[in-house]
């Protein structure tokens, strides 16, 4: 359908631009997670934007300004070091961090969508120095926006 090819071109350009990135066709969208490589990683306790998380988001604005028609979701994640109300507002931050610098690189903000999980999603093990800087990361969420939906429906796919 159109959304699907729209999604598949959008996800090869991601990969092709970030080699790095695992980049996942799901349904009608895209989930993209980042390695050390090629990541928005965070410092302890910190949400500022990285240089080297600076460069990857820089790279993924160019694919999303190709694609107005899709609405990201923005997911903050830390690791298990300190309290679980600290680590939430603490998600959340680097959530809406990666947003707003996004949103300067000429991206419209009412594409975006930000959620923190905390430390409730683990994807590495939280007992390791590196598992704990693997898991202060940022994930995306790309779907279909309601323009995109109407063009398909006018399509009749």
Wanted: no cysteine; net charge negative; charged share 25%.
């Amino acid at each position: 359908g159109v959304i699907g090819d729209k999604m598949d071109r959008q996800a090869e350009q991601i990969q092709q631009a970030l080699p790095d990135a695992e980049v996942t066709r799901v349904g009608e969208g895209i989930n993209v997670v980042f390695d050390e490589k090629s990541g928005i990683y965070f410092d302890t306790n910190k949400y500022n934007i990285t240089s080297v998380s600076q460069q990857t988001l820089d790279r993924l604005s160019i694919v999303f300004g190709d694609y107005p028609d899709t609405n990201i979701l923005i997911e903050g994640h830390t690791d298990d070091t300190g309290s679980d109300a600290y680590n939430q507002t603490l998600s959340e931050n680097r959530a809406r961090a990666v947003e707003n610098y996004l949103v300067t690189k000429g991206l419209a903000s009412s594409r975006f969508t930000t959620k923190g999980y905390g430390e409730t999603q683990p994807k590495y093990d939280n007992t390791t120095a590196e598992g704990r800087s693997k898991n202060r990361r940022v994930e995306f969420a790309i779907v279909a926006n309601d323009k995109m939906i109407q063009q398909a429906k006018a399509k009749g796919n």
